[in-house]
Antibody
Framework: QVQLQQSGAELVKPGSSVKISCKAS????????MHWIKQQPGNGLEWIGW????????KYNQKFNGKATLTADKSSSTAYMQLSSLTSEDSAVYFC??????????????WGQGVMVTVSS | DIQMTQSPSFLSASLGNSITITCHAS??????LAWYQQKSGNAPELLIY???SLQSGVPSRFSGSGSGTDYILTISNLQPEDIATYYC????????FGAGTKLELK
C-alpha cells in the first residue's frame, strides 16, 4: 500500500535552514509528482510546490520562491524540502502529498503524516 | 490567481442530519475541484475529486456537486466520525485551498 513517511519534528533557530524528508513506498516513486503543503497552527492549507522525481522538474508557488527548495533522491524514493532563512512565520506543519493518477488534472490522494517545524531562539 | 471562498467557516449539526458546505471560485474552474477531510492532528484525506467523483473507500453519504464557479459538499446522515474540518481545493496548474469549514456536533 502507498505510504509517505515523513521525518520527525524540528526545533530550529531563526535565520537557519532545515531539511525535511518524505520517504515513499508502495508505488513507483519516479512516476508521480510529489507536493508539499504548509499548515500554520489553527490555519488552513497552503500549497508550496511540487517536484517530479522522474526528472527533478519543480514548480513553486511564487510566495515560496527562495524560501523552499524541493529535491528528490530516486535511489531511496525520498523527497526533500529545504526551508531557508527561517522566521517565526515558517513555524508550521509541513505535509508531503502524492498527486493522484486520475485522468486530466489530479488532486492529492496520499499524504504524509506531517512534520512540525518550530522556529524559536 | 484563482481564489477559493468557502462557507460557512463553522457548522454545528446533529447526528443523522445532512449538511452542506459551499465553495466559490473566483473564475470558472471547470470542475477541477476536490474536497478533503482533516481530523484533528491528522493529515487531510481526499473525499471527492473532479467535483463529484467519490474517492475509493469513502462512504457514499459524502457527495459533491457543482460546476463553473460554485461547488457543494453534502454529508448525509451525519456520523460521529464525520466531525472534522473540510477543505475545498482547486487543482490545475496551481493549487488553491479554501479556508476550511469546521464541523462540530450540536
Amino acid at each position: 500500500q502507498v505510504q509517505l513517511q515523513q521525518s520527525g519534528a524540528e526545533l530550529v533557530k531563526p535565520g537557519s535552514s532545515v531539511k525535511i524528508s518524505c520517504k515513499a513506498s508502495g508505488y513507483t516513486f519516479t512516476s508521480y509528482d510529489m507536493h508539499w503543503i504548509k499548515q500554520q497552527p489553527g490555519n488552513g492549507l497552503e500549497w508550496i510546490g511540487w517536484i517530479y522525481p522522474g526528472n527533478g522538474n519543480t514548480k513553486y508557488n511564487q510566495k515560496f520562491n527562495g524560501k523552499a527548495t524541493l529535491t528528490a533522491d530516486k535511489s531511496s524514493s525520498t523527497a526533500y524540502m529545504q526551508l531557508s532563512s527561517l522566521t517565526s512565520e515558517d513555524s508550521a506543519v509541513y505535509f508531503c502529498a502524492r498527486e493522484g493518477s486520475y485522468g486530466g488534472y489530479r488532486p492529492f490522494d496520499y499524504w504524509g503524516q506531517g512534520v512540525m517545524v518550530t522556529v524559536s531562539s | 490567481d484563482i481564489q477559493m471562498t468557502q462557507s460557512p467557516s463553522f457548522l454545528s449539526a446533529s447526528l443523522g442530519n445532512s449538511i452542506t458546505i459551499t465553495c466559490h471560485a473566483s473564475q470558472n474552474i471547470k470542475g477541477w475541484l476536490a474536497w478533503y477531510q482533516q481530523k484533528s492532528g491528522n493529515a487531510p484525506e481526499l473525499l471527492i475529486y473532479k467535483a463529484s467523483s467519490l474517492q475509493s473507500g469513502v462512504p457514499s453519504r459524502f457527495s459533491g456537486s457543482g460546476s463553473g464557479t460554485d461547488y457543494i459538499l453534502t454529508i448525509s446522515n451525519l456520523q460521529p466520525e464525520d466531525i472534522a474540518t473540510y477543505y475545498c481545493q482547486h487543482y490545475q496548474s496551481l493549487y488553491t485551498f479554501g479556508a476550511g469549514t469546521k464541523l462540530e456536533l450540536k
